[in-house]
């Protein structure tokens, strides 16, 4: 039972260990890594982008750059914070890269995935749910990348202000600031 002791030694480390560890060539120490933080990354992207598919694509391509880029991680600061600017890098060139694309492809209709019936909630208080909730994401998604990226970490990923100012290399004040700033906005988008 040699492979469960070795999941419990990973699942102990820290991760600036379980970094070092990988870079030794213990490719657990990259899943470890990688179980440790993909959810809170793919929270990020999903309120970055507005988009669920898209969100989960960036959240590979994060890991993928970050574990490429692993040998600048400085392991004494919260991996964390330092995966979290490159997801922000991630879903700004996804955007970049989406306005271009609109420029020259007309808009596909959105798939809609098919719901298991919950007997509790009919499915016009479903419905008028999720189109709440796709209206806030796509209202997230129209603030400039300022102010989103600052709403998306204070918000939904539950952030400190100290640490989002470190992911995002402002000051405090900054973070504070473009927070107020972001929800002015974004309930001057919701109101329309």
Not at 97 to 120: K, Y
Request: proline share 3%; charged share 30%; net charge positive.
């Amino acid at each position: 039972d040699g492979q469960g002791t070795v999941s419990l030694d990973l699942a102990a480390c820290s991760d600036g260990e379980l970094a070092a560890l990988a870079l030794g060539g213990r490719q657990p120490a990259y899943s470890e890594l990688m179980r440790r933080h993909r959810e809170s990354i793919f929270r990020l992207l999903r309120g970055h982008t507005g988009d669920a598919d898209a969100a989960l694509d960036l959240t590979q391509q994060s890991f993928i750059a970050a574990f490429a880029a692993l040998r600048s991680y400085d392991g004494e600061r919260p991996f964390r914070l330092w995966i979290s600017r490159i997801a922000i890098n991630k879903a700004r060139d996804w955007a970049r890269r989406r306005a271009v694309r609109r420029l020259f492809t007309f808009a596909r209709p959105l798939e809609e995935a098919i719901d298991v019936a919950d007997p509790g909630i009919s499915a016009d208080v479903r419905l008028d749910d999720r189109r709440e909730l796709e209206r806030a994401m796509a209202a997230i998604a129209m603030l400039p990348a300022s102010l989103r990226d600052v709403l998306v970490l204070r918000t939904i990923e539950g952030m400190s202000q100290v640490e989002s100012a470190g992911v995002l290399d402002i000051s405090e004040k900054a973070v504070e600031t473009r927070l107020y700033r972001a929800r002015a906005k974004l309930a001057e988008i919701l109101r329309v």
